[in-house]
Nanobody, 119 residues
Framework: QVQLVESGGRLVQAGGSLNISCEAS????????WGWFRQAPGKEREVVAI????????YYIDSVKGRFTISRDSAKNTVYLQLNKLNPEDTATYYC????????????WGQGVQVTVTS
């Protein structure tokens, strides 16, 4: 029912910044969470940041605290991730996620965007 389309991934130099976005099409609901995950080659997918539908709750993995910022625009059904002070370890495919834990439950993934950080 919900389809996610990501954009904004590109190659950047170390220390640079990037903003990626994920827009949901179709019907959306209350009581959901947006999440950004990433997966580097040969490694398992890990959570990067989470924000709830009202924006009142956020979570960041320790390695990105102070560098990345997750935000959302409910009117546009869009979640953003601002990536600052990038380093090569941030290189990965970034996926957005839409999740509801209450009925009707949902768990939807975006197609992924590539973020590559050069030394």
């Amino acid at each position: 029912q919900v389809q996610l389309v990501e954009s904004g991934g590109r190659l950047v130099q170390a220390g640079g910044s990037l903003n990626i976005s994920c827009e949901a099409s179709g019907r959306t609901f209350r009581n959901y969470y947006w999440g950004w995950f990433r997966q580097a080659p040969g490694k398992e997918r890990e959570v990067v940041a989470i924000i709830n539908w009202t924006g009142e709750y956020t979570y960041y993995i320790d390695s990105v605290k102070g560098r990345f910022t997750i935000s959302r625009d409910s009117a546009k059904n869009t979640v953003y991730l601002q990536l600052n002070k990038l380093n090569p370890e941030d290189t990965a495919t970034y996926y957005c996620n839409f999740r509801r834990k209450v009925t009707p439950t949902m768990h939807v993934w975006g197609q992924g965007v590539q973020v590559t950080v050069t030394s």
